[in-house]
């Protein structure tokens, strides 16, 4: 028996680590953790009886543990609540799909803590993956990539020797406006924005891929979990979101891993790896399929990628700049503040304006994000 915790269990994410649950009985669910959904979560702790659950609200903490007093289930708040599940003893696996920086601690405790990462959360390693990704090696925890890109490219490794990688080829669907013009964009709604051709993801990673943004916190993350370079991080528009990546090895050979758009799969190659478990679902259809076809990224008029590899180059606190930035402006995007073509435009003044500190800790990432939230409220207010 495996026993699992979820971060974000009411997200995209964690409602199809569920899913995986329910197929596996040999999979056990020891704590989940959400946001404020409290009418959710009270679903998956009466299915899955979890040992522990957490809300990041404090009412929400208080109203779900007046709904589940009839359940022996411990009851947590807050970022205390989230160190808390991330430490527990009882659990081998914690699955971070929590979304946002508020991921980075509850990391850094489950590593420290000896447990196996199913990484979902990109921010972790956006921001923070100079302090990660030496601190797992430390405690020889493995950190097992939940992204279908990333997952692929580490899929696409295995058996061969990564001193031999020449390129990694990171795909990309292009979006619901690939081939648009700026002056297309420029009225974009956020109904359009959400109209994804090919996944069904949570909102926020939807306006992100539209924006191509989504590729550059994904090109940071796959630098700091595979140990390349920038330069060698190729992103290539695949509209028919077939093949979720590639590696292009010295000798010229490219590994790639295919399948149909299904974050499932990803999921649960990471919770069971090494093992490939029989799972459900639609295959691929060669002859359905008759052909795949790639792009160039257009980053003139998509800029958030071209904004992504800068943010990287310089380094320091400014790939938590680009992040924060961007989690900022897409909300505001959300709640109908600013336009479309605002967000990458945020993106670029806030990067701009910010004094990169040069190896950040936990703190000054932090206090980065909240120097760019305050400054992005000026900018919009005026």
């Known amino acids: ?13 964690g409602t199809q680590t569920l899913e995986i649950v329910r197929a596996n009985p040999d999979l056990q669910v020891v704590a989940l953790a959400a946001g404020s959904s409290v009418d959710k979560i009270e679903e998956q702790v009466r299915e899955f009886r979890p040992l522990m659950v957490g809300m ?5 903490a208080r109203d779900l543990k007046e709904r589940i007093g009839d359940l022996p289930v411990k009851v947590v ?21 929590i979304v946002g920086m508020i991921g980075i601690r509850p990391t850094i405790a489950a590593i420290e803590a000896g447990k196996t990462i199913a990484l979902a959360n990109k921010e972790t390693l956006v921001t923070a993956g100079h302090i990660i990704m030496p601190l797992a090696e430390k405690c020889n925890v493995p950190i097992l990539p939940v992204d279908s890109e990333h997952s692929a490219i580490f899929q696409s490794l295995n058996g061969e020797p990564k001193d031999r990688i020449s390129k990694i080829l990171l795909t990309a669907s292009g979006g619901p406006f690939r081939g648009r013009t700026r002056k297309e964009l420029r009225n974009v709604q956020v109904e359009d924005a959400l109209k994804h051709p090919n996944w069904a993801m949570g909102r926020k990673i939807t306006i992100d891929s539209s924006t191509l943004v989504n590729k550059g916190l994904e090109v940071m993350e796959a630098k700091w979990l595979f140990g390349v370079e920038l330069s060698q991080i190729q992103v290539v528009i695949h509209p028919q979101s077939i093949i979720h990546s590639m590696v292009e090895y010295a000798d010229g050979a490219i590994m790639a891993q295919l399948g149909t ?37 257009d980053v003139e008029t998509f800029t958030g990628l071209k904004l992504a590899y800068r943010a990287m180059e310089m380094g320091g606190s400014m790939p938590t700049v680009y992040n924060a930035a961007n989690e900022k402006a897409v909300g505001l995007f959300l709640n109908r503040k600013i336009g479309y073509l605002q967000i990458p435009e945020l993106i670029e003044a806030s990067m701009n304006q910010h004094k990169s500190v040069v190896d950040p800790n936990v703190e000054q990432i932090l206090a980065a994000e909240q120097q760019v939230y305050e400054f992005i409220d000026k900018e919009v207010q005026q």
Not at 1 to 13: N, P
Not at 56 to 60: D, G, I, L, P
């Open 77 to 97: 708040a807050g970022m205390e609540g989230l160190l808390e599940i991330a430490s527990m003893p009882q659990s081998e696996v914690l699955v971070t799909a």
């Open 1 to 13: 028996m495996k026993k699992i915790a979820i971060l974000g269990s009411t997200g995209s994410i």
């Open 56 to 60: 990041w609200s404090e009412k929400a």
């Open 261 to 297: 758009p299904d974050m499932k799969l990803p999921i649960q190659y990471a919770l069971f790896y090494p093992d490939r478990r029989p799972m459900k679902g639609e295959r691929v259809d060669f002859f359905r399929l008759k052909q795949i076809t790639f792009e160039e990224p």
